[in-house]
């Protein structure tokens, strides 16, 4: 992880000006290539992470943007993508994971399954449904009400760190909610979902501004 973030992969996709490499889509394609014909894991890592900085350098505010973005781009904290539910793969409309509004933020209950890095990750990218709409949510490791239960015994990529979320009103803040847009529409979703290693390229698009 040390010599990962010596140089500065964790911060491909992170622009310059938050402390990042600014890798275009090319760049980290080969960069992608030459880690995973090395090691799958190590490979995913890289993708799930750089998925969260995407989605925050996409669709966080200044503030967001400000925060995370230089603590992603170093590897201080590492991110992970949290789409799938043990009912809904491809089919990311059908998402069970409920955000509910309360005073100065949202309750979040519901389960992911096979996310990479969660064993390890910092901070989780969430996808819920909040009052009818597709909604992503930073959530990070020590939230109230998140527990991270590690998946062993996998056939491959091992080092994946593997983890179910198992969110119980789990309590975020306002400031939590990266993107909410009542325009997704379903089809959105299952393909973003049948490519998730491209999710956050197939929802950038869409950016909610
Ligand atoms: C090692 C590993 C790591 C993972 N890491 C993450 C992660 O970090 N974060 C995360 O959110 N998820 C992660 N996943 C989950 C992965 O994204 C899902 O497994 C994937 O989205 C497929 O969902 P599913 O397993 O429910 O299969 P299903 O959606 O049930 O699909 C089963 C099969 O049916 C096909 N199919 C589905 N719908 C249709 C359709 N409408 N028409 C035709 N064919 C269809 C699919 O192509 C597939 O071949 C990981 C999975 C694995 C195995």
Redesign the pocket.
């Known amino acids: 992880m040390d010599s990962f973030a010596a140089e500065g992969f964790f911060g491909a996709l992170v622009p310059d000006a938050h402390g990042g490499q600014g890798y275009d889509a090319v760049s980290f394609g080969l960069l992608n290539e030459a880690l995973g014909a090395a090691c799958s894991s190590v490979r ?1 890592m890289l ?2 992470h750089s ?1 969260v900085a995407h989605a925050v350098t996409r669709w966080g505010s200044v503030a967001v943007r400000e925060r995370w973005l230089p603590a992603l781009a170093s590897g201080k904290r590492v991110g ?13 409309g059908n998402l069970d994971t409920r955000a509910e509004r309360v005073e100065g933020g949202y309750l979040l209950t519901g389960e ?7 064993q390890r990750a910092d901070v989780f990218l969430v ?1 819920a449904r909040s009052e009818g709409e597709a909604a992503a949510f930073l959530v990070e490791r020590d939230a109230p009400g998140l527990e991270v239960v590690p998946i062993n015994g ?1 056939l ?2 091992r080092a ?1 760190m ?1 983890a179910e979320l198992r969110l119980t009103a789990c309590r975020v803040p306002d400031s939590a909610l990266i993107a909410a847009c009542p325009q997704w529409r379903r089809a959105h979703w ?1 393909s973003a ?2 490519a ?2 491209g ?1 956050v390229w197939a929802f950038s698009p869409l950016r909610c501004d």
Do not use: C, N, P
């Not at 992970?80 to 990311?92: I, N, V």
């Open positions: 995913s993708t799930v998925m992970a993508f949290a789409l799938t539910e043990e009912g809904s793969g491809s089919d990311a992911k399954k096979w996310i990479t890095y969660g996808f996998v491959g990529t994946s593997l299952t979902a049948t998730w290693r999710a």
